[in-house]
């Protein structure tokens, strides 16, 4: 490798593989956006290898598993979002052999790995696309959701694409509009065709036989469309919110009844969970993206055991900032209506502004906001550089990449600011991540969350998330146990986790201010393991601002 190292990780000894089949739920994992992680051939680019490096930091946290971003061949104009080849390893990012390498040296550390599955559509390049384009009656004809013009030449019907503009491109070889929910460049695959499904479980069939251990699947409710192709009706404004697109978008205007979420895709879900089924302890996540019916949708995709294991929340990527009275009311809700499913939460990801600039936290803000994340009853993902505290960043318009971020700017700026890379060096050029010009600039100010400044500072953000997920871990109850809300108000949360014989009490205060905590009825003993500062009495707990409390109870 070229580049120069860091300083060294933190050492971890590594953990045996589970083989647990329900090892997901409660896991903590972390989101790996490869153009950004680690470059190892001085190409700007992230890369499988870099990956492959980095693996003990991500094993210092503490995390159970890693979920990677696309690394298929693409040709990059969504950044690997649009897919050529479902089965090879795009070559700025390496080989099949860096990815069979990756899994091994994962699994040596006893982390788990997803990958992230775009099935909903391809690249206009993927040789399917190709063919499906050249005639009606061609084998392929039918793989990809074609329709014929209105009568005046205009689309067939109202349906808007999340990338802004209609949803349909006309297409000059086959005198036909063709269906893409997101660039004009990613046209839908119909899964009305049945030998489309049968060719994309040959696609995760693939990878289960390469050895990763489960799926996040991109998109998972935009899988099938109305076959009637029938308009979407319009929102009533007081319906109109920003949790798909952003508030800029006219995509929020309607109620997207037809062109995604239908009941179909529930038959292919069951037909993909059969073929994980054959596998050991393999899990998936579905990236739900619904506005006005997203915990239904969830609710309605992980119910039973032969679906999705679970879904993948949007309810704290927003810019509502958590509250006590929100996190209640979210987790209380989703044990309402989906009280035998399991969710996954998450406060950012490649999609979304960085939730420390979003939510405009101080450090004991963010921390005290992690530990609650960490204690939420459900699986956790966290994105590359949380562990760092960092912030979003600005990133100019004649350096932006987003193809979003251009067709919507100024008022919208794209996703490159949560994307670009890791600060792994604070004396290093471009932060360690590269020796060569990276894709994206690095921040001057993520800089100073280099890696290796934090590595020697026990009073980190590193160290804090090392100690949090630590403890998260000593703690079955927080992994996997049931959640009941004690009080909840704007600046204030605590509940109960109940798993077997153990209950832990947790209370966060979200002020400035200090806070008197009532502990429940029960025989409680205080828990110094997690990394806050509080004072137990006869009385109940004294929080100080922006601190957390922990006490377990157990019984014979």
């Known amino acids: 490798m070229s580049f120069v190292d860091t300083h060294p990780d933190a050492a971890a000894a590594p953990r045996a593989m589970t083989t647990d089949p329900d090892w997901w739920r409660g896991a903590v994992i972390y989101q790996i956006y490869p153009r950004s992680y680690q470059d190892t051939n001085g190409d700007g680019i992230g890369d499988l290898a870099g990956i492959i490096h980095r693996l003990p930091h991500i094993a210092s946290l503490g995390v159970d598993g890693i979920w990677i971003s696309p690394f298929f061949r693409s040709p990059m104009l969504d950044f690997g979002y649009d897919v050529s080849d479902y089965c090879d390893v795009d070559p700025m990012f390496g080989s099949l052999g860096d990815f069979d390498a990756l899994i091994e040296r994962a699994h040596e550390l006893g982390l788990k790995v997803l990958i992230d599955l775009v099935l909903s559509h391809t690249s206009s390049q993927h040789p ?30 109202n349906w808007l694409s999340i990338f802004g503009g209609s949803a349909w491109e006309w297409d000059g070889e086959r005198m036909q509009y063709y269906l ?83 009941p179909e895709n529930l038959a292919f879900l069951a037909r993909l969970r059969t073929l994980m089924d054959q596998y050991d302890a393999i899990t998936s996540v579905g990236e739900v993206g619904e506005s006005q019916r997203g915990m239904e949708v969830q609710a309605e995709y992980t119910a039973g055991t032969d679906r999705l294991h679970m879904c993948y929340d949007f309810a704290f990527l927003s810019n509502t900032f958590p509250s006590g009275t929100f996190v209640s009311e979210t987790l209380e809700k989703f044990n309402e209506i989906a009280p035998d499913s399991w969710a996954c939460w998450a406060f950012s990801n490649h999609d979304v502004p960085r939730y420390v600039s979003r939510w405009g936290l ?151 201010g200090e806070r008197q905590v009532a502990l429940p009825t029960g025989n409680w003993a205080q828990d110094e393991g997690a990394p806050f500062v509080s004072t137990f009495d006869a009385g109940g707990i004294t929080l100080p601002p922006y601190q957390a409390a922990f006490a377990v109870e157990r019984t014979v």
Not at 189 to 215: I, K, S, T, Y
Not at 379 to 391: A, H, I, K, P, R
Not at 475 to 494: C, I, N, P, R
């Open 362 to 512: 101080t450090s004991e803000q963010n921390r005290v906001l992690a530990a609650l994340l960490l204690c939420m009853r459900g699986s956790v993902c966290l994105y590359q550089g949380e562990e760092l505290g960092l912030e979003e960043v600005y990133v100019a318009f004649e350096e932006l990449q987003d193809p979003y971020g251009k067709r919507f700017w100024p008022k919208f700026r794209g996703r490159d600011g949560c994307r670009t890379p890791m600060p792994w060096n604070r004396d290093n050029l471009n932060g360690g991540f590269t020796e060569g010009k990276p894709w994206l600039p690095v921040s001057v100010e993520h800089l100073n969350h280099a890696v290796n400044l934090q590595e020697v500072d026990g009073d980190s953000m590193l160290a804090f998330y090392r100690r949090m997920i630590g403890f998260r871990r000593t703690h079955e109850a927080l992994a996997k146990g049931s959640f009941e809300t004690v009080e909840a108000d704007e600046a204030f949360l605590s509940f109960v986790r109940t798993h077997g014989n153990t209950r832990v009490f947790c209370a966060f205060n979200l002020t400035d």
């Open 128 to 157: 399917w696309f190709q063919e499906s384009r050249q005639s009606r009656e061609n084998a392929r004809a039918n793989w990809y959701v074609w329709a014929d013009p209105k009568p005046d030449g205009t689309p067939p019907n």
């Open 180 to 262: 893409h929910n997101f660039l004009i460049d990613q046209p839908d695959l119909n899964f009305h065709e049945p030998a489309v499904q049968d060719a994309l479980l040959d696609v995760a069939r693939f990878w289960l036989d390469r050895g990763v251990d489960g799926f996040r699947l991109d998109t998972v409710n935009f899988y099938v469309h109305d076959k009637a192709l029938r308009d979407n009706p319009p929102l009533a404004p007081e319906d109109i919110n920003d949790k798909t697109a952003p508030a800029v978008n006219p995509y929020n205007f309607q109620d997207h009844l037809y062109d995604k979420t239908q």
